[in-house]
């Protein structure tokens, strides 16, 4: 049976809106959905309550200690045997757990992670921002679908993980961002398989405006250099990419100034592709555009973030919990 896991955090109107879209699903097997109030002072429980004669649903609140810990007490408590964790700012489509049930039963894995893109409904900052998470031009596609670059590690917006592996992996650690991947390789140790569900995406909204998107990619940026200084045989040269971008287009700026102007002339072939993919995909030039925007925030905000941490982590050999409190919850 499966068990949703999903943690909020002050925002009563996404958890409405999440089991809205799972009143619309086309699963009609038994399944439990867990909320868990992570010391939210706005709290959903009275917005749970209003759906308690349509599912199997159940309610906790605890005290605040960050997603990662949440989803652990959520797995504890839960009934089913295969965990299905998803973020509050989620809208389910209404195939999505007949894909996942189908992916397992034809190539069973203990730990899975699905895709995330765009509903319709979505402002235009949020499709560009989803552009600039998903596209195979600024991530590879890793998040939206393309399982080309290494071993797929599952996001926690969208993943699976059977409870057998759970029980055996204790679960997320305490570092928030960085927790599913540090999970995914703890689970590859153990000797589990992970896999895209490339058919069971989810709708991940992202409420965020620009400033808190930069914060959010800029600590993405600072956890990569912790997590490879942990599992050093993970660590991968393309995590080297978003700082290089930022500090080659400073220096071909440097060099156009001279009047060198062929790295600047890559520069804007790059984001011309970005302009011309997103606006076709999107069907917007609007979108087009403020998907450049969102480009730059998300390659600056994590390329300068993963340079401060690999100089405070791998050169100074700072202990990360002193470098970077912000990145780690007290249990």
């Given at each position: 049976?499966?068990?949703?896991?999903?943690?909020?955090?002050?925002?009563?109107?996404?958890?409405?809106?999440?089991?809205?879209?799972?009143?619309?699903?086309?699963?009609?097997?038994?399944?439990?959905?867990?909320?868990?109030?992570?010391?939210?002072?706005?709290?959903?429980?009275?917005?749970?309550?209003?759906?308690?004669?349509?599912?199997?649903?159940?309610?906790?609140?605890?005290?605040?200690?960050?997603?990662?810990?949440?989803?652990?007490?959520?797995?504890?408590?839960?009934?089913?045997?295969?965990?299905?964790?998803?973020?509050?700012?989620?809208?389910?489509?209404?195939?999505?757990?007949?894909?996942?049930?189908?992916?397992?039963?034809?190539?069973?894995?203990?730990?899975?992670?699905?895709?995330?893109?765009?509903?319709?409904s979505f402002s235009k900052i949020q499709k560009a921002i989803?552009?600039?998470?998903?596209?195979?031009?600024?991530?590879?596609?890793?998040?939206?679908?393309?399982?080309?670059?290494?071993?797929?590690?599952?996001?926690?917006?969208?993943?699976?993980?059977?409870?057998?592996?759970f029980e055996e992996s204790k679960g997320f650690g305490n570092?928030?961002?960085?927790?599913?991947?540090?999970?995914?390789?703890?689970?590859?140790?153990?000797?589990?398989?992970?896999?895209?569900?490339?058919?069971?995406?989810?709708?991940?909204?992202?409420?965020?405006?620009?400033?808190?998107?930069?914060?959010?990619?800029?600590?993405?940026?600072?956890?990569?250099?912790?997590?490879?200084?942990?599992?050093?045989?993970?660590?991968?040269?393309?995590?080297?990419?978003?700082?290089?971008?930022?500090?080659?287009?400073?220096?071909?700026?440097?060099?156009?100034?001279?009047?060198?102007?062929?790295?600047?002339?890559?520069?804007?072939?790059?984001?011309?592709?970005?302009?011309?993919?997103?606006?076709?995909?999107?069907?917007?030039?609007?979108?087009?555009?403020?998907?450049?925007?969102?480009?730059?925030?998300?390659?600056?905000?994590?390329?300068?973030?993963?340079?401060?941490?690999?100089?405070?982590?791998?050169?100074?050999?700072?202990?990360?919990?002193?470098?970077?409190?912000?990145?780690?919850?007290?249990?």
């Amino acid at each position: 049976m499966f068990s949703l896991i999903i943690p909020i955090y002050n925002r009563p109107e996404e958890i409405k809106e999440l089991l809205e879209s799972l009143l619309l699903s086309d699963y009609k097997k038994e399944y439990e959905i867990v909320i868990i109030e992570d010391g939210s002072k706005i709290d959903c429980k009275e917005v749970v309550s209003q759906y308690a004669d349509k599912f199997s649903i159940s309610y906790y609140f605890k005290e605040n200690s960050g997603p990662g810990d949440s989803r652990n007490y959520g797995m504890k408590v839960a009934k089913g045997d295969y965990f299905i964790i998803l973020d509050s700012d989620c809208l389910i489509p209404s195939n999505y757990l007949s894909e996942v049930e189908k992916e397992l039963e034809s190539d069973y894995v203990d730990c899975f992670g699905g895709s995330d893109a765009a509903h319709e409904s979505f402002s235009k900052i949020q499709k560009a921002i989803n552009f600039t998470m998903t596209s195979f031009l600024t991530t590879g596609g890793i998040r939206g679908g393309s399982e080309k670059i290494g071993k797929f590690q599952p996001r926690s917006f969208n993943m699976g993980i059977s409870k057998k592996a759970f029980e055996e992996s204790k679960g997320f650690g305490n570092i928030h961002p960085g927790e599913d991947p540090d999970l995914s390789i703890r689970l590859w140790k153990l000797g589990y398989k992970t896999r895209l569900f490339p058919n069971a995406f989810v709708y991940h909204k992202r409420r965020i405006d620009w400033n808190k998107f930069s914060i959010q990619v800029n600590k993405f940026g600072k956890a990569r250099p912790i997590l490879d200084s942990w599992y050093p045989e993970y660590s991968k040269i393309t995590f080297w990419f978003p700082s290089l971008f930022v500090m080659g287009l400073i220096f071909s700026v440097i060099l156009l100034i001279f009047g060198y102007k062929l790295p600047a002339l890559l520069y804007a072939f790059y984001y011309l592709m970005i302009l011309v993919f997103s606006t076709i995909q999107n069907k917007s030039l609007e979108i087009g555009l403020l998907s450049l925007i969102a480009v730059n925030r998300q390659f600056f905000g994590y390329g300068l973030g993963y340079l401060k941490s690999f100089l405070k982590i791998k050169v100074l050999k700072q202990q990360p919990e002193k470098a970077f409190p912000e990145l780690f919850f007290k249990r």
